[in-house]
């Protein structure tokens, strides 16, 4: 019996000798499945950058083993700003050992994809909906168990249970994208109803609701491609745009049908990627008419008429010149006073020498040939101007605003998003009609209200300018040397840590390469006329058919031949005073030189 003792005693510690051996064995079993889980990962979408949130765990022993770069973060949140711009794999020694907190490293790391390693008595549900509470869903989960298990569990956030026990053995990935199908969940949205880009359509034949324009159209879409139901929280024509904005901001609503300039923009944390690229400009009322009277003076231009008084002085000079070969009969009187180079210039007759010499004979086909150009081209101008006449001088700079005393609507809104614009500040504030209500505004600019002028987006003047071409006369024009802003940047605002952004600005992107935003915009102003938001009417008011010409249209010339007719008889009366006086003073010099 001795000796069965013994063996016994010697099984024993040899058992005991074996136990730590087996317990060692299983880490490393466990670091070598997760260097194959790791390399897996980065065959599926490459990383550059490994980012460890905890303290000492095993993924600290597999950091020296991966060419990667590693950033440790022991004290759960980091203290800076993540600004590596290559891709990064989030692995955390515990699900809660990840408590960042700094605001830009939670924006910029959101959708990148977590590694979870969790205790055999923590339920992957759980950590799903903690990681769900802080909008990240790109999460998997491995256990000790891993060589054993051969399998990982990863989130999916719309499916009952949220995760899936993915077997390493297959070839399904670990990471999906969870918001290609929303499985019907609601996406909340307000709409600012401002026409043309999102208009309130009532069907008939089924008696539903729906939104329709270019941007009500765009988000239309993305919740059909994505299988979302679209949850509108408010369709009443009173809710503000700052009311949509501070929304937005405070993550009550998920995106807004209405867009956001970039004028001080700092940051596109609550907005997308530019949707529109357009220019923020003036849109003026088209200066009146000019009256009849006005357009003899009109045609002839201030530089054409110097050319005329000195073509006329130098046709006077040659014509005095060439009579007799000799300056004799050159005076101001007779140059200024010249009947025959005046009436050849006006097209009239004059009387022809019976023997002119070669060079007054080419003075005359001179005086001839301008004649006939001068009076052609002004009767052409004539009978156009009076057909239409022309308008009065456009506003071409900001300065010209204050001479011409055009008053510009303004919101406060506005007042505020431009007070630091250098060419808003060219504009006095007696210029300025400044409207409390936003909708007012909108009001008083699609009515197309001549007292005040507007600032209007490019994109939107398009609409204008179609409607305007149902006018007899325009209205408006879309002055392009009055902008804000050429280069304006027109965003959806959505709220700050929205999971779906990046597919939302994929979807936007995609619309504009097919060309369906510029047709949405096409067709902006016949969906307002078929949802009688604007009228199809003549909104300038033609006047009257009236005579073309009344007795005070030609006035202006008939006072111009009155004065000349004035001129005409002074200088000839004064031509006959002088040869008589001169008669006079001769017959007196005479008499005097007679009687001495």
Request: with cysteine.
């Amino acid at each position: 019996m001795a000796w069965l003792v013994i063996l016994f005693l010697v099984c024993l510690r040899v058992t005991r000798a074996d136990l730590p051996e087996i317990s060692d064995q299983r880490e490393p079993d466990l670091k070598e499945g997760l260097l194959h889980l790791l390399l897996r990962l980065r065959q599926e979408e490459v990383f550059d950058v490994l980012l460890i949130y905890g303290k000492d765990c095993i993924f600290h022993q597999l950091a020296h083993r991966l060419d990667l770069s590693t950033v440790l973060v022991s004290s759960g949140s980091t203290a800076f700003d993540w600004n590596f711009s290559s891709l990064t794999l989030i692995v955390s020694c515990g699900p809660e050992d990840d408590k960042e907190v700094t605001y830009r490293t939670l924006i910029k790391l959101q959708r990148n994809r977590r590694l979870i390693y969790i205790e055999k008595d923590i339920q992957p549900e759980t950590v799903c909906e903690y990681f769900a509470k802080k909008e990240q869903y790109n999460i998997a989960m491995v256990r000790k168990d891993l060589n054993q298990s051969k399998s990982i569990y990863a989130c999916r956030c719309f499916q009952d249970p949220n995760f899936q026990e993915v077997n390493l053995q297959e070839s399904y990935p670990v990471y999906i994208e969870n918001f290609h199908d929303m499985h019907g969940q609601p996406m909340r949205i307000m709409a600012d109803l401002v026409a043309p880009r999102s208009m309130v359509y009532h069907n008939p034949k089924n008696g539903k609701t729906k939104m329709i324009g270019y941007v009500a159209n765009l988000i239309n879409y993305f919740a059909l491609k994505v299988n979302a139901t679209l949850e509108v929280r408010s369709q009443s024509v009173n809710v503000s745009f700052r009311g949509i904005i501070r929304r937005i901001k405070e993550d009550h609503i998920d995106i807004a049908m209405t867009m956001e300039a970039s004028l001080h923009a700092t940051n596109f944390d609550t907005t997308s990627y530019p949707y529109i690229l357009t220019s923020y400009c003036l849109m003026l009322p088209v200066p009146d008419k000019l009256p009849f009277n006005l357009v003899y003076a009109v045609i002839v231009d201030h530089l054409v008429l110097g050319i005329i008084v000195m073509l006329f002085i130098i046709l006077s000079i040659l014509f005095i010149y060439s009579k007799k070969m000799s300056w004799q009969g050159l005076s101001l009187a007779n140059v200024l006073l010249n009947d025959v180079s005046l009436r050849g210039l006006l097209g009239q007759s004059f009387p022809f020498p019976s023997n002119p010499s070669k060079q007054l004979r080419l003075i005359f086909i001179i005086l001839c040939f301008a004649s006939v150009m001068l009076t052609t081209m002004y009767e052409s101008y004539l009978q156009s101007f009076f057909t239409h006449p022309p308008s009065e001088a456009y506003i071409r700079s900001f300065e010209d605003i204050g001479a011409r005393h055009q008053t510009i609507a303004i919101t406060t809104f506005k007042m505020d998003e431009l007070k630091n614009n250098t060419h808003f500040q060219k504009i006095s504030k007696d210029n300025l009609y400044i409207i409390e209500s936003w909708k007012e505004y909108l009001h008083l600019r699609s009515a197309f209200n001549r007292s005040y002028g507007y600032l209007v987006t490019e994109d939107r003047w398009t609409s204008y300018a179609e409607q305007q071409k149902n006018f007899k006369q325009p209205l408006f024009y879309f002055a392009r040397d009055l902008c804000f802003s050429r280069l304006l940047f027109l965003s959806i605002p959505m709220r700050r840590h929205l999971p779906y952004r990046h597919l939302f600005e994929e979807h936007m992107l995609r619309q504009h390469e097919v060309g369906l935003v510029r047709f949405w915009k096409s067709r902006s102003f016949f969906d307002m006329v078929r949802l009688d938001i604007t009228p199809l009417e003549d909104l300038s008011h033609p006047k009257p058919y009236q005579p073309s010409l009344l007795l005070v249209d030609v006035s202006w010339i008939m006072k111009l031949y009155l004065a000349a007719m004035v001129i005409s008889i002074v200088c000839f009366a004064l031509e006959v005073l002088s040869e008589s006086a001169g008669w006079r003073l001769g017959r007196y010099i005479k008499n005097v030189i007679g009687n001495s």
